[in-house]
């Protein structure tokens, strides 16, 4: 089976600091995507990469970046955190766009 | 408006009891994605369909490309089965999903 690893299940960061969400597939697959989930809002697109070194954004890539290096790991990067990015981050892959997907089991991060 | 509905929001059944979960959407898709979360947060791929009907032991997801409309049910119910259960779309127009913002089913021993 597919595995989707999310480096930290929780996390607690001070307003101001830079934040690495770190995701690792490894099945070889092309499409990562990383999205955040907030009650009443569901789940909503952040960035995704269909390759390495490609990336695109979602519906809210503001106060976001995200680095694709090597294919198997896609890191979210939040430059300066701020308490509106209190949320449950999951990271997800695909083989292709018109494949299934696997989510990781995601990481709830607090920013105090 | 939300381009992906789901009803009902939150649904309490007794063991046993037959289930159903709708999804109504308002693009054109290429794939549509039944999904589940546990407490805790994992999310589980449970189908994936872009015409007609498929079945997984007692979960069948229905899907109507003409009426933009997909049904997950559920036989034979059984507490572990109570999770939230997530619709979501893949459009023409864009990468990515979109999600409805879930059902929340508790099955009740």
């Known amino acids: 089976d597919v595995k989707v690893t999310q480096s930290s299940r929780y996390l607690v960061k001070r307003t101001g600091e830079k934040v690495f969400l770190e995701c690792v597939q490894d099945?070889?697959?092309?499409?990562m995507f990383w999205y955040r989930q907030d009650p009443g809002l569901g789940l909503r697109l952040i960035y995704f990469s269909y390759d390495v070194k490609m990336k695109e954004k979602g519906d809210i890539p503001e106060g976001y970046s995200v680095s694709r290096e090597k294919k198997e790991r896609f890191s979210l990067i939040l430059e300066s955190a701020s308490t509106n990015q209190t949320s449950m981050y999951l990271c997800?892959?695909?083989?292709?766009?018109?494949?299934?997907?696997?989510f990781g089991s995601g990481t709830r991060l607090t920013v105090v | 408006k939300n381009e992906v509905e789901q009803s009902p929001q939150n649904l309490t059944a007794q063991e046993g009891e037959f289930i159903t979960i709708n999804c109504s959407y308002s693009?054109?898709?290429?794939?549509l994605h039944w999904l589940q979360q546990h407490p805790g947060g994992g999310i589980v791929s449970l189908f994936m369909?872009?015409?007609g009907k498929k079945k997984h032991g007692r979960l069948i997801a229905t899907i109507n490309i003409q009426e933009k409309h997909s049904s997950l049910h559920i036989t034979a119910s059984h507490p572990r089965d109570s999770a939230v259960y997530i619709c979501a779309v893949r459009s023409v127009r864009a990468d990515g999903l979109t999600f409805g913002k879930g059902t929340h089913l508790i099955i009740q021993p």
């Open positions: 997800a892959s695909s083989f292709r766009i018109l494949y299934g997907y696997t």
């Open positions: 693009v054109g898709i290429s794939a």
């Open positions: 369909l872009s015409s």
């Open positions: 099945m070889d697959h092309e499409n």
